[in-house]
């Protein structure tokens, strides 16, 4: 069997005395959705900066394609395969959609390296079509797109532009029902592409129809990593709603009424 493109083993993140990850072991394999789930302050945001080459782990170890890796800052780790989609997504809302497609990577032509429009809206166009993306022109602003839009713009480029691993960011955070459905399609399209796709989210009804494993984060150290045949969207519910601390807490409101009577 080949090894995961990209994995964590016993990661581990401290700021001087405190501790923001521990002991995080997780694989991301090709065609494969591996969800990161877990509350506010559970330690997403600092695994997938250390993932995005944004901060060093110290403790455990990084490896890609089965050998040990350190990213020296986030350009090192896009140059490896490893393309991340921040929840501002790095567009610029004035500039064209197909401006947006190619920032910092414009075609360029003749010997005076002028920018190729053409070949950089075609490119575009086609590459968004390719991905089942309909727009009306890629030459209005993308600002004018809708959230879901606007993810799916972001999914796209990274696609187009060889990634090997990517890392969405709570990209269904702020999305209606409709609009976090075609960021969740377009999130399979990636994995069925040969991807290996890193979802962060908090929300496992978003995580459970497209995920194929699932590491649950609370606190900054692992709750368990599990294939998706291991765990049913119910018990993946309880478990990020932190289910002992609910029974504990309704069994607390049940006897408060006789607590009162006495």
């Given at each position: 069997?080949?090894?995961?493109?990209?994995?964590?083993?016993s990661l581990g993140m401290s700021y001087?005395?405190?501790?923001?990850?521990?002991?995080?072991?997780?694989?991301?394999?090709?065609?494969?959705?591996?969800?990161?789930?877990?509350?506010?302050?559970?330690?997403?945001?600092?695994?997938?900066?250390?993932?995005?080459?944004?901060?060093?782990?110290?403790?455990?170890?990084?490896?890609?394609?089965?050998?040990?890796?350190?990213?020296?800052?986030?350009?090192?780790?896009?140059?490896?395969?490893?393309?991340?989609?921040?929840?501002?997504?790095?567009?610029v809302p004035l500039?064209?959609?197909?401006?947006?497609?190619?920032?910092?990577?414009?075609?360029?032509?003749?010997?005076?390296?002028?920018?190729?429009?053409?070949?950089?809206?075609?490119?575009?166009?086609?590459?968004?079509?390719?991905?089942?993306?309909?727009?009306?022109?890629?030459?209005?602003?993308?600002?004018?797109?809708?959230?879901?839009?606007?993810?799916?713009?972001?999914?796209?480029?990274?696609?187009?532009?060889?990634?090997?691993?990517?890392?969405?960011?709570?990209?269904?955070?702020?999305?209606?029902?409709?609009?976090?459905?075609?960021?969740?399609?377009?999130?399979?399209?990636?994995?069925?592409?040969?991807?290996?796709?890193?979802?962060?989210?908090?929300?496992?009804?978003?995580?459970?129809?497209?995920?194929?494993?699932?590491?649950?984060?609370?606190?900054?150290?692992?709750?368990?990593?599990?294939?998706?045949?291991?765990?049913?969207?119910?018990?993946?519910?309880?478990?990020?709603?932190?289910?002992?601390?609910?029974?504990?807490?309704?069994?607390?409101?049940?006897?408060?009424?006789?607590?009162?009577?006495?």
């Amino acid at each position: 069997m080949n090894a995961p493109v990209l994995e964590a083993r016993s990661l581990g993140m401290s700021y001087g005395s405190v501790t923001a990850l521990r002991d995080v072991s997780v694989p991301v394999n090709a065609g494969q959705v591996t969800c990161v789930l877990g509350d506010n302050g559970a330690g997403k945001s600092t695994l997938i900066k250390i993932l995005a080459g944004a901060h060093r782990h110290t403790e455990g170890r990084l490896l890609l394609d089965g050998a040990p890796v350190r990213f020296t800052s986030p350009r090192d780790a896009l140059d490896r395969g490893i393309s991340t989609v921040f929840q501002d997504l790095a567009l610029v809302p004035l500039m064209s959609v197909w401006r947006n497609f190619f920032l910092g990577r414009e075609p360029r032509r003749g010997p005076f390296r002028m920018l190729d429009r053409r070949t950089a809206r075609e490119e575009a166009r086609s590459a968004l079509a390719g991905m089942g993306i309909d727009l009306r022109d890629v030459e209005q602003p993308v600002g004018t797109l809708s959230g879901g839009e606007r993810q799916c713009v972001a999914i796209a480029r990274a696609v187009h532009f060889g990634a090997r691993v990517l890392i969405l960011d709570e990209p269904t955070a702020a999305l209606g029902v409709r609009q976090a459905a075609m960021v969740l399609r377009h999130v399979a399209q990636a994995r069925d592409r040969g991807l290996g796709v890193v979802l962060i989210t908090h929300n496992p009804h978003h995580a459970h129809p497209v995920g194929d494993r699932f590491l649950l984060l609370k606190r900054g150290r692992s709750l368990g990593c599990f294939d998706k045949q291991d765990i049913t969207p119910a018990e993946l519910t309880r478990q990020m709603a932190g289910g002992a601390e609910l029974e504990a807490l309704e069994h607390e409101l049940r006897a408060a009424p006789a607590a009162d009577g006495d």
